[in-house]
């Protein structure tokens, strides 16, 4: 990204604004452990398996706003772009997906953008997860600025399949062959019956939990 700069005062734009990106991330991605960490002091329950953060890479940023035919600027980074910083969050179950976007929704100070639901609409390749684009203050010492980050949220058994997916993608370069991509879209499937049957083993847990702790069967 450097080398398409022109000047020095560009080069000192471009390393401040990858410094509030990457901050805005640091905030996502604390606010989401803060969310968790809730749900286990106070219900005794985890939502969140795990969380991910990334910053795209200069040469990534560059290689995107190619792609979609824009001039290589600051301005159109920052405008264009909506996936510099990302944030993943990795849940049990679909459930705690649509709780957790419900929650962050509901930050006084976070700003939904948009939402792309991949898990009613899934992709047509059969990726699913849930996309929320926010806008997070970052306060300096003069003055504030609201930076994008892009939520990813989505189940254990969505993200095995993403992984692969990419992984296919990235090793053909877009160009799988067809007899790939419908067993891939199989494997879509399956996620979905794998999600449905785990989030009823839960729900039977619990009810025997709570049946062993009911006062009638207490000694």
């Known amino acids: 990204m450097e080398n398409n700069l022109k000047s020095q005062e560009e080069v000192d734009q471009w390393e401040e604004t990858m410094f509030l990106y990457d901050h805005a991330l640091k905030k996502m991605a604390l606010k989401a452990q803060m969310m968790n960490d809730e749900f286990v002091c106070r219900y005794h329950y985890n939502p969140i398996e795990h969380i991910k953060s990334r910053l795209k890479t200069a040469d990534s940023i560059v290689r995107k706003l190619r792609q979609d035919g824009y001039e290589v600027t600051i301005q159109n980074m920052n405008e264009k772009?909506?996936?510099?910083?990302?944030?993943?969050?990795?849940?049990?179950?679909?459930?705690?997906?649509?709780?957790?976007?419900?929650?962050i929704e509901r930050q006084e100070d976070i700003s939904v953008l948009y939402v792309k639901d991949y898990i009613k609409?899934?992709?047509?390749?059969?990726?699913?997860?849930?996309?929320?684009?926010?806008?997070?203050?970052?306060?300096l010492s003069d003055h504030r600025r609201d930076m994008k980050v892009?939520?990813?949220?989505?189940?254990?058994?969505?993200?095995?399949?993403?992984?692969l997916e990419h992984k296919i993608a990235y090793k053909f370069e877009g160009d799988a062959p067809e007899a790939l991509l419908r067993e891939l879209r199989a494997?879509?499937?399956?996620v979905d019956i794998l999600d449905d049957k785990m989030y009823s083993l839960h729900e039977a847990l619990l009810a025997i939990t709570e049946k062993r702790n009911s006062p009638a069967n207490r000694p």
């Open 187 to 190: 494997c879509a499937d399956i």
């Open 150 to 163: 892009e939520v990813q949220i989505r189940s254990v058994a969505m993200d095995f399949w993403a992984s």
């Open 121 to 139: 609409n899934p992709k047509p390749n059969g990726y699913k997860s849930y996309h929320m684009v926010v806008s997070v203050p970052i306060f």
């Open 81 to 103: 772009l909506s996936d510099i910083a990302g944030v993943r969050i990795i849940c049990s179950f679909t459930s705690d997906i649509y709780q957790l976007a419900e929650i």
